[in-house]
């Protein structure tokens, strides 16, 4: 069964700080990756999509990386900020269509002062 | 250029009713995606539209159906509630569908209570 597995559940951190979260994976074949960033209420915005060949992307103060070999991911998040307190999800899919997306259950980020 | 519309924003209906939530995609998206957002289970897909057809549908009971319309808007229906339904419905709309590098474009979701 295609499963996501994100970690941690939830962290705390302090504004300024850095911090890594890690998603790990089964679905094959494999497509892509992609991390949003969903804020309460509102609905999940884009950060990164990675193909089986890339294996580091960055938008902003976030960088996303890829282990095809291993089915690990991780998204990294530097000088973190309050704005950035939300709930970061990995979605994996196959080739193919929308039924064969696998999503993360997410971790919950609170960054505070 | 416009985002994803969803609405109503929030809904309160009582169990056995019937809802219709409504998505207007981004101005020349052709497909629309529907999920359901639980706590316990996080975001799941409903099905996926493109063109007015169908093209794919998640394990959902026959109750959730939708449509869309020749001006890529589209519609979920959800008949005979139950408690369980109570969600965040969310919808989202792509270019082309599912291809390597068209991202997804969240609408702000519909939140249902059924009490």
């Known amino acids: 069964k295609n499963q996501v597995e994100q970690s941690p559940q939830s962290l705390i951190i302090l504004e300024g700080k850095n911090c890594t979260l890690q998603c790990n994976y089964t679905v094959s074949p494999f497509s892509n990756l992609r991390w949003y960033k969903q804020d309460t209420g509102r609905g999940p915005v884009s950060l990164t999509i990675?193909?089986?060949?890339?294996n580091t992307k960055s938008n902003g103060r976030y960088t996303a990386t890829l282990d095809a070999d291993t089915k690990q991911s991780s998204l990294h998040i530097t000088a973190s900020q309050l704005s950035d307190s939300a709930s970061y999800i990995c979605?994996?899919?196959?080739?193919?269509?929308?039924?064969?997306?696998?999503f993360g259950t997410g971790t919950r980020l609170q960054v505070t002062l | 250029k416009a985002g994803v519309t969803q609405t109503p924003r929030y809904l309160i209906k009582t169990r056995g009713q019937q809802v219709t939530l409504s998505c207007s995609p981004i101005?020349?998206?052709?497909?629309v995606s529907w999920y359901q957002q639980t706590p316990g289970q996080g975001l799941q897909f409903l099905f996926e539209?493109?063109?007015?057809?169908?093209?794919n549908k998640g394990n959902f009971p026959g109750r959730f159906s939708g449509r869309q319309f020749s001006n890529s808007r589209s519609e979920m229906n959800v008949s005979t509630l139950e408690l369980g339904d109570s969600a965040l419905y969310l919808c989202a709309s792509s270019l082309d569908g599912w291809s390597t590098n068209s991202p997804l474009h969240f609408g702000n979701g519909t939140r249902l209570t059924v009490t």
């Open positions: 539209y493109f063109s007015e057809t169908q093209r």
């Open positions: 990675m193909t089986f060949s890339e």
């Open positions: 101005s020349g998206h052709r497909s």
């Open positions: 979605v994996v899919s196959a080739p193919g269509t929308a039924s064969k997306l696998t």
